[in-house]
């Protein structure tokens, strides 16, 4: 995964700072856009924010 990739051009969030979000704690859509106010724009992203999310959720199990 590119950390530095961008997936919310709006907000200009990265893979990364999903990544650091979950990493944290956060294991929602809404406590990552809570942290990273990515998707909370256009929401154009919200499914792709909410893949990575469930893939990192996932890892960490």
């Known amino acids: 995964m590119d950390l ?3 997936i919310c051009y709006c907000a200009g ?3 990364g ?3 650091d ?3 944290s704690g956060a294991t929602t859509l809404e406590e990552v856009q ?3 106010k990515a998707g909370t724009v256009c929401g154009s992203c ?3 924010v ?3 999310i469930d893939e990192l959720v996932s ?3």
Do not use: F, P, S, Y
């Open 4 to 6: 530095d990739k961008t």
């Open 13 to 15: 969030v990265t893979n």
């Open 17 to 19: 700072m999903i990544k």
């Open 21 to 23: 979000a979950v990493d």
């Open 34 to 36: 809570e942290i990273t």
């Open 46 to 48: 919200v499914d792709n």
């Open 50 to 52: 909410q893949h990575l």
């Open 59 to 61: 890892e960490k199990k």
